[in-house]
């Protein structure tokens, strides 16, 4: 457990930046931490950023298609695509559902509180 702690003290105070060789000689000779383990939380922070962008950019995408068929189904007049109101509700409320669902899912597995 303590080495945990000492691990993401270690994490916070380092720079938003990719750590260089330099640097990590530096900490690992500072922390006694092994290398592979400070390797192991640099990489997974890349992973998180990575994955994070990568699910913020599919919801947004799934967002704007539910707007694009709602938005279709406002313009019916002028192009015949017609979708009746329980289905346009429903389309809403079950999209509504999955953007929250996703996001909580993805966001609690990436970012996971420290026991």
């Known amino acids: 457990m303590n080495r945990q702690r000492q691990?993401?003290?270690?994490?916070?105070?380092?720079s938003q930046t990719?750590?260089?060789e330099e640097r990590l000689n530096?900490?690992?000779q500072d922390s006694s931490l092994p290398?592979?383990?400070?390797?192991d939380r640099q990489q997974d922070r890349?992973?998180?950023k990575k994955y994070a962008a990568r699910t913020f950019t599919f919801l947004i995408f799934f967002t704007f298609?539910?707007?694009l068929i709602v938005t279709l189904t406002a313009l019916d007049n002028w192009i015949c695509?017609?979708?009746?109101?329980?289905v346009i509700i429903t389309l809403i409320t079950t999209s509504l559902a999955t953007i929250v669902g996703i996001?909580?899912?993805v966001m609690r597995y990436l970012f996971k509180q420290p026991v």
Do not use: G
């Not at 290398?35 to 390797?39: P, Q, T, V």
């Not at 695509?81 to 329980?86: A, N, P, T």
């Open 7 to 14: 691990l993401d003290s270690l994490l916070r105070s380092s």
């Open 18 to 20: 990719p750590l260089d």
């Open 26 to 28: 530096s900490i690992t």
């Open 35 to 39: 290398d592979e383990e400070i390797k």
């Open 46 to 48: 890349i992973e998180r």
């Open 65 to 67: 298609t539910v707007l």
């Open 81 to 86: 695509f017609y979708l009746s109101d329980s």
């Open 103 to 105: 996001f909580l899912i």
